[in-house]
């Protein structure tokens, strides 16, 4: 496992074109979670309303919904490096005009616009990252990736926390600005070619939404991701509704104990997209990806029943060690699943209906949590990640046997079998008589018989 966790490390020195997206992607990232609670402080300050909260919560997703199931070709039509540049500086943008704004509408307006960068800067980093690995280390990178935003959704909100207390919400802003900036220098020095392998299409913008959302309900892989992790999301959603109330008011945890529970889970989501590929190297997808959801339910039924939020965020980071390897399993199979000139538009739409289905999940959540408590509703949320599980299971065992990954053979093996195949190629010229081979076939032979 160490060996393995130390050759996903060494990606990031052999592979200056993943470097580069790596660390764009971890300063996005972190610009991204830093953003999220400095505005919601933001808005609460001025407003002092749920309300509103609620408001700019779904002007932050709602865009990446329209974008997958409206604007998702254009992730394939469009340059994936200038995509990701544009959505960049419409984001630094963004957070440089925010320091400005007082209005709660207009806080909510700038922070869509912001919600529709993101929504184009991750399908297009998701589809570019398979051209710029080569296909052994397509996992790995997929690992890595998935990992470096776990760890800024851990470390995000605690910058954010740490520079609100210090100097209110304009340092934060331009701290995300500068973030974002960061991001843009670092894919523009990405060659645009290396994150595309096939030249987009133009077959029309609604024909190719067609196919993309065709794709999607087409392929084997795309399908296991799209109904699994759907059915994880209405899990999900109920964690997330009842995890203020269930540290603070069911453990009496207060708010500290509140950044514990989230920082354990936080904690988990990274160990496991770390160590993911290696699981997956091991043990294959269809054992791999069912267990990570079994481990979430379990984690989190556990969890419902724990007497103090030490053991609740114990387990809790236990069942997200799950959601991490899980997330790689799914990008993983989007990979196999979408060719690259169809992977933008596959990835914009299965995020789209996976946040279309987490809001409209969140919504029906309260209700649960006001009707039967927090605990209950995570004790459901682990009823539901097992139904996800079974699904996994079942849709698994349906790809073909050669899309499991395999080990890959070291340079000994691969060795033997280059000299294998010449020593066959040259006794099939020999038998046809080529001049050429009987000449060179008796040096060879006895070049190969000196000791």
Known sequence: MLFGATGRLSLLRRNR???????????????????????????????????????????DFLPIVVI?????????????????????LVRAATFAILPFVDEPTAIVAVAAVNGIATGFFRPA???GLPNLVTEEDREQATSLLTTVEN?????????????????????????NAAT????AVLVARIAGSALRSDAPLTKGHWSELREGLGLVVSSRHLVTVLVVWSTAAVA????????????????????????????????????????AASALGAFGMRRVYPAALALMAAGFGLASASPTIVLAAILAAVATIGNGAAIVCNQVLVQ??????????????????????????????????????????????????????ALAVVLTSRLREEDAPALAPSGLERIRTLMDEIDDTRQRELERGSPEVAVLAPRDAESRSTP
Do not use: Q
């Open 180 to 183: 974002f900036l960061l991001s």
């Open 17 to 59: 074109g993943f470097a580069l997206l790596f660390w764009a992607t971890a300063g996005s990232a972190i610009g991204s979670y830093l953003a999220a609670l400095a505005l919601s402080v933001h808005i609460y300050d001025e407003t002092g309303s749920g309300r509103w909260l609620a408001t700019l919560l779904i002007a």
């Open 236 to 275: 999900t959603a109920c964690i997330n509704v009842a995890e203020v109330i269930f540290a603070k008011h069911d453990l009496d945890a207060g708010n500290i104990g509140l950044g514990f529970l989230v920082s354990a889970t936080g904690v988990g989501l990274v160990i496991g997209s770390f160590f």
């Open 125 to 127: 980093v998701w589809a």
């Open 68 to 88: 997958g199931l409206v604007l998702g070709p254009l992730v394939d039509r469009l340059s994936r490096r200038r995509l990701m540049i544009a959505s960049d």
């Open 336 to 389: 196999r699943g979408a060719p690259d000139s169809m992977r933008g538009r596959a990835l914009a739409v299965l995020m789209s209906t996976y946040y279309a289905i987490l809001g409209l999940s969140m919504a029906a959540g309260g209700l649960l949590v006001d009707a039967v408590g927090a605990r209950a509703s995570w004790t459901i949320a682990s009823c539901i990640f097992l139904v996800a599980a």
């Open 151 to 175: 760890v800024a959704w851990t470390i995000g909100p605690a910058i954010a926390g740490l520079l609100l207390a210090s100097n209110g919400v304009d340092l934060a802003y331009w701290t």
